[in-house]
C-alpha cells in the first residue's frame, strides 16, 4: 500500500536534522529562552539561535537572520510577537526551512485581527511549501529526534503513545499524568489554532507511524468534518483513535472560540462524527489515559459479560453498579461454578456475582477463583479487585505484623539465603523457577497457615506463569536477592513483612499477565486506594476504583464492535 503525502510532508516536523529557534534569548523571562532551554537539553541534531540583538545565546553563536545561518535549516521553531510572525516565514522561505513550530500568541484566537495576520503566515508559508504546527502553540516533541520542542522544559517520557492537543495545558497535564502512570509517547503535539496541519493529519500521520499504538487527540473544533471522517476512519480500522471533545454547553463552546479560534459547533455532530469516524470519545484526561493503557495491555471482550471477584462486599456492590449504568452484563453465576465455589470458601460467601469470600483470610483460594471463571465460555471478561497493588493491602493478611522477628518462622535462614542467592546468581531458569515455587509455599504456609492441599493447588495455578523469563523481566530477582543477602549476614530482623509482601506483586502481575495470554479475555483489576498507579513491569495496570475499571471496560467493548462492524462492510 502507498503511503500518504502527509508521511513525506510531516517528516521534517517530526525527524528535523536541523532546527533553529527564531527568538531564542538569554533572558530568562522570556519565552525564547525557556524553549531554546528545553531544545538544548535533549536534541542532537544541529541547533541554531537567531537573535537580532545578541552575538551568542545560552552558548551557541547567535544569528540576525534565519538567511544568516550557513547551513540547512529543517525546522523553525518561532518565538516572536505576532507582528513580526510574517516577514520571518518570508525568511524561512527564502532559507528553503520544511516545517515550523509557531508557538507565539495573538492570531486566530483574538478575533478578526488576528485571522487577518494568521492568514498572511499561512499564504507566506504556502509558497514555500512549509508546514506549520500552531500558531498559539506550546510545542512539540518527538521521540525520534529527541526534540523537546516545547516553549519551556517540561519531562516527557518516550513510549507507544502519540498524543494531539489543541489545548497546551490539557496536554501538558496528559503528558505529566502518562508519566506518573509510567507510560510515554512517541508524538506530542501541542497544535494550537491548526491554521495549516489539521488534526485529522495529525492522527493520518501517526496513523503511519507503526512505534504509535494509540492515538489521543483533544479537540475544540474542526475545520471539516467530512474530511475528518474520511481520513480517520481509515486509522481507526488498524489501531484506536480516543478524542477528549468539550463544548457541550453554551459556555464551553464560546471559551473555545476565544482560547482557540475554533468554532465548537453542535455536540451532536461531532458525536455523531466521532462514531461514523470509529473514535472512542471519553470524558476527561483521567479517562483518555485510563482507556489508552488498556487497549495496550489488555485484549477487548467479545461480548459484555462480566463477573466480578472482591474480597469486600462494598466493592463489589459500587462495581456492579458501575458495570450495570455502562451496559455492561453482571452475569448469574454458572450452577458448575456455584458447586466449585460452596467448596472452595466460607458458608457466607456471596453466593453470586460479585464474587465475595465475605472475609475468608484464605488468599489462595481467590487467587484461583478468576482462572476458573475465565475458563466458562459464558463470561468475557473479569474485575479482579483489590489486588492490583498487593502490597497496599498486606496488612489486611498479614493483621499487624509489621513487626514479626522472621527468624522464629524459618529455621536456618541464614544458610538457605545462601542457597538462594547461589541459585539466583547461577541463572539457571529451571532452578530458579523451582525457587520461586517452594519460596511461595514455605511463607504461605507458616506465615498464613496455608493447608498443603491448597499450596498444591497454588503450585498448579502458578505453575504456566512463573516462568524464570517472565520473572527475570521484571525486578523480582533482584529485589529477592537483596532481600536475602540481609538474612544471610545475621541481619534477618531489617527484613520486615511488607518486604515479603512486596515481592508479591510482580506474582501477581505474572499470574494477571498469564491469564490474559491464555484465554484472551481481558482482566480489569483495581486497587483499594485513590492514588495513582504505575504500569508494571510486565505491563499490569491497576485502577484506583471499580469507576474507572468498568468505564475502560465499556470502552474496549465499543472499539470491539466497531471493529466488527467495519470488518463485516
Known amino acids: 500500500m502507498n503511503k500518504p503525502a502527509i508521511v513525506d510532508d510531516l517528516k521534517p516536523l517530526f525527524q528535523p536534522n536541523s532546527v533553529a529557534v527564531i527568538g531564542a534569548s538569554n533572558d530568562i523571562s522570556k519565552w525564547g529562552f525557556s524553549t531554546f532551554s528545553s531544545i538544548k537539553s535533549l536534541y542532537k541534531g544541529e541547533l541554531y539561535a537567531v537573535n537580532n540583538k545578541s552575538s551568542e545565546v545560552l552558548g551557541y553563536p547567535a544569528y540576525s537572520s534565519v538567511i544568516d545561518i550557513p547551513s540547512q535549516v529543517d525546522l523553525a521553531v518561532i518565538v516572536v510577537p505576532a507582528e513580526y510572525v510574517a516577514d520571518i516565514m518570508s525568511d524561512c522561505v527564502k532559507k528553503g526551512v520544511k516545517a515550523s513550530v509557531i508557538i507565539s500568541a495573538g492570531f486566530a484566537e483574538i478575533g478578526e485581527k488576528g485571522k487577518i ?13 512549509i508546514r506549520i504546527v500552531g500558531p498559539n502553540c506550546m510545542g512539540m516533541w518527538s521521540a525520534a529526534a529527541d526534540l523537546p520542542a516545547f516553549m519551556f522544559p517540561m519531562t516527557i517520557k518516550k513510549g507507544p503513545l502519540g498524543l494531539i492537543s489543541q489545548g497546551g495545558n490539557i496536554g501538558g497535564a496528559i503528558v505529566a499524568d502518562a508519566v506518573a502512570r509510567g507510560i510515554g509517547f512517541q508524538q506530542y503535539v501541542s497544535c494550537g489554532c491548526t491554521a495549516d496541519i489539521q488534526m485529522e493529519d495529525y492522527i493520518e500521520y501517526l496513523g503511519n507511524d507503526d512505534s504509535v499504538k494509540i492515538i489521543l487527540v483533544y479537540i475544540e473544533g474542526l475545520n471539516d468534518g467530512s474530511r475528518f471522517i474520511k481520513k480517520v476512519s481509515r486509522v481507526t480500522r488498524k489501531k484506536p483513535v480516543l478524542a477528549l471533545k468539550p463544548g457541550k454547553t453554551e459556555a464551553a463552546a464560546h471559551a473555545i472560540t476565544t482560547h482557540s479560534g475554533s468554532m465548537s459547533g453542535t455536540d451532536s455532530v461531532y458525536e455523531a462524527a466521532f462514531k461514523k469516524a470509529g473514535v472512542l470519545r471519553v470524558e476527561s484526561s483521567v479517562e483518555m ?86 475458563r466458562r465460555p459464558e463470561v468475557d471478561a473479569i474485575i479482579f479487585m483489590g489486588f492490583g497493588s498487593f502490597s497496599a493491602i498486606s496488612t489486611v493478611f498479614a493483621s499487624g505484623s509489621q513487626n514479626w522477628d522472621l527468624s522464629k518462622y524459618f529455621d536456618g535462614i541464614e544458610d538457605m539465603a545462601k542457597i538462594v542467592i547461589k541459585i539466583i546468581d547461577s541463572g539457571d531458569k529451571n532452578k530458579m523457577k523451582v525457587l520461586i515455587q517452594n519460596l511461595l509455599s514455605a511463607a504461605l504456609g507458616k506465615i498464613l497457615a496455608t493447608k498443603k492441599s491448597e499450596l498444591s493447588d497454588f503450585s498448579e495455578l502458578i505453575a504456566d506463569a512463573l516462568t524464570a523469563e517472565r520473572m527475570m523481566q521484571r525486578s523480582f530477582f533482584k ?20 518486604d515479603i509482601s512486596q515481592l508479591m506483586e510482580p506474582i501477581i502481575d505474572a499470574l494477571i499477565e498469564r491469564w490474559v495470554e491464555k484465554y484472551d479475555k481481558p482482566v480489569i483489576t483495581t486497587t483499594f486506594t485513590e492514588g495513582t498507579s504505575r504500569l508494571s513491569e510486565g505491563g499490569h495496570f491497576p485502577y484506583p476504583n471499580s469507576d474507572q475499571a468498568s468505564a475502560v471496560l465499556a470502552k474496549l467493548l465499543e472499539y470491539h464492535r466497531y471493529l466488527e462492524t467495519v470488518s463485516e462492510s
Not at 466493592?315 to 466449585?340: F, H, K, Q, S, T
Open 117 to 129: 495576520m494568521q492568514n498572511k503566515v499561512l499564504e507566506t508559508a504556502k509558497k514555500g511549501n
Open 289 to 374: 489515559l485510563d482507556v489508552a493503557i488498556a487497549l495496550l495491555v489488555q485484549p477487548l471482550p467479545k461480548g459484555p459479560n462480566v463477573v466480578i471477584t472482591t474480597p469486600g462486599g462494598s466493592y463489589g456492590v459500587m462495581c456492579a453498579d458501575a458495570c450495570a449504568l455502562r451496559g455492561l452484563n453482571v452475569i448469574d453465576l454458572p450452577p458448575a461454578i456455584m458447586e466449585v465455589f460452596n467448596s472452595m470458601f466460607p458458608s457466607r460467601w456471596s453466593h453470586g456475582n460479585p464474587v465475595d469470600p465475605a472475609g475468608d483470610r484464605d488468599i489462595i483460594q481467590y487467587l484461583r477463583a478468576p482462572e476458573l471463571l475465565l
Open 479 to 498: 529485589n529477592l536477592r537483596n532481600m536475602f543477602y540481609t538474612a544471610s549476614i545475621g541481619q534477618i530482623h531489617k527484613i520486615k513483612i511488607n
